[in-house]
């Protein structure tokens, strides 16, 4: 793996990737506020923090606010807090997303973590966190799903998550080359990583508006141990690429980003598939698993690793066992190339197929933003307190789309597009 060496590169490739984040993935407006919710280590997000922030006042924004979590800590009150306490959840974390979320600011989560943080710890504790945790944070999630502001997601290196995927480089090796990885799925290599961005995500908006022209009933997913007939809402809406928040503020919430997704209908997911990655989720480490579905509902899930975990957080509410997702991602996408297992959603949910678990984005649905949740769920939305994605995809998995009057036509074989341009 090489590795950057030069200390002016690097603190070049960190500007750069800061500037993306607020340009292309926030696309911040002039005058807005930012809050900032770190998630894992503070000593890892800490130096980058900096730099996100000077990008962010030199934008014009006119506040930036950070909501600070050391990932550590929840790792010590698992172990050493009375398991009667571990429903407790600081209402003003809250309260403070709510207040960006609600006004139509700008909210960015950075994710330094430990795929393995948890490893060790009774589950069923570790579980309780997790679940408190999403049904607190139930509105503000609604809200992000009704693109009520624009927001962003993006990760830095973590000491114990550089040592799990570069495990045979020395110490002082790991983050660096995480680093490196990371800025090359950024395409911060090319002369403009801004201009390459949009070009990037202008091919995926063709994908996207071709697929929601299209009109399929449902997909098809078929390869080794998966068997899996995904419906469509009547009035789904590919996206991909770019959202429009309700201000009119059009951003890019994943970086990176490689898919096009929209909305399962909750009622009409029958079959089996079987994960082609791991799933790393709130510390816990899933492994070879499956999971079955009939009538929308996940009836059975058989795993190497973690099985119980899983099998906890769909029980968490009615629409944690259903879909609220489904994306496709192209093999030859940067990060599947990489042939890195990156242990971390955010990147391995780009370089493959997807499924997600629990709530779906309302923006996926024509209307969906601006009805009731009964009237949404009729139309077969998916609300849940969680959104968990898995990865299906591979260069074996073909997808087929399945319209009106069930004609079957090619979407993607052997992993790839299908569709030509």
């Given at each position: ?6 200390s ?5 490739n960190?500007q750069l990737?800061?500037d ?7 696309n ?9 919710r ?13 730099h996100?922030?000077?990008?962010a006042?030199?934008?014009g ?6 909501i ?6 929840d790792k010590i ?7 009667d306490s ?8 809250v309260?403070g997303l709510?207040?960006y979320?609600?006004?139509g ?10 795929p ?6 009774e589950?069923e504790?570790?579980t ?10 139930k509105?503000y999630?609604?809200?992000?799903g ?7 997601t ?25 680093w490196?990885?990371?800025?090359n799925?950024l ?10 961005w ?12 071709h ?17 899996l ?23 890019t ?9 929209t ?12 994960a ?10 899933i492994?070879?698993?499956?999971v ?19 099998r906890?957080?769909i ?9 609220g ?15 890195l297992?990156?242990?971390q ?39 849940s307190a969680?959104?968990?994605d898995?990865?299906?995809g ?12 069930d ?15």
């Amino acid at each position: 793996m090489t590795t950057i060496t030069s200390s002016e590169e690097f603190e070049s490739n960190l500007q750069l990737y800061a500037d993306v984040a607020i340009k292309v993935g926030l696309n911040l407006q002039p005058g807005q506020r930012l809050l900032v919710r770190n998630i894992g280590s503070i000593v890892s997000i800490t130096p980058f923090m900096r730099h996100l922030t000077k990008a962010a006042y030199r934008a014009g924004a006119r506040f930036v606010d950070v909501i600070w979590m050391d990932e550590q800590l929840d790792k010590i009150r698992i172990q050493y807090a009375e398991p009667d306490s571990l429903d407790e959840f600081p209402q003003w974390q809250v309260d403070g997303l709510l207040e960006y979320a609600g006004r139509g600011d700008a909210i960015l989560g950075i994710f330094a973590t430990d795929p393995d943080l948890f490893a060790g710890l009774e589950p069923e504790l570790v579980t309780q966190t997790q679940q408190v945790r999403a049904k607190k944070l139930k509105p503000y999630i609604e809200l992000l799903g009704k693109s009520n502001f624009n927001w962003l997601t993006i990760c830095v290196p973590e000491s114990q998550w550089a040592k799990k995927m570069f495990p045979n480089l020395p110490a002082d090796e790991q983050i660096p080359s995480l680093w490196h990885a990371i800025f090359n799925t950024l395409r911060l290599h090319h002369p403009d990583p801004v201009a390459a961005w949009q070009s990037h995500i202008n091919r995926l908006v063709t994908f996207r508006d071709h697929l929601t022209q299209k009109r399929y009933r449902a997909l098809k997913f078929s390869g080794p141990g998966t068997d899996l007939t995904v419906g469509l809402t009547d009035r789904h809406i590919w996206q991909g690429g770019r959202i429009t928040s309700k201000s009119g503020i059009s951003h890019t919430p994943n970086l990176p980003t490689e898919e096009v997704f929209t909305m399962p209908h909750r009622e009409q997911v029958d079959g089996v598939v079987r994960a082609s990655k791991p799933l790393s989720y709130g510390g816990i480490l899933i492994e070879d698993f499956s999971v079955t579905f009939k009538q929308g509902r996940a009836v059975n899930v058989t795993a190497g690793r973690g099985g119980t975990a899983l099998r906890k957080l769909i029980e968490t509410d009615e629409g944690a066992s259903r879909l609220g997702e489904v994306a496709l991602v192209p093999h030859c996408s940067p990060i599947s190339q990489s042939g890195l297992l990156f242990y971390q959603t955010l990147f391995d949910e780009n370089a493959a197929c997807h499924l997600a678990l629990g709530n779906a984005l309302r923006f996926s649905m024509e209307g969906g933003t601006s009805i009731a949740t009964e009237d949404f769920l009729d139309e077969g939305g998916n609300v849940s307190a969680l959104h968990i994605d898995f990865m299906i995809g591979s260069d074996e998995i073909n997808v087929d789309g399945i319209t009106i009057d069930d004609t079957s036509e090619a979407v993607m074989r052997a992993g790839e597009w299908a569709i030509e341009f």
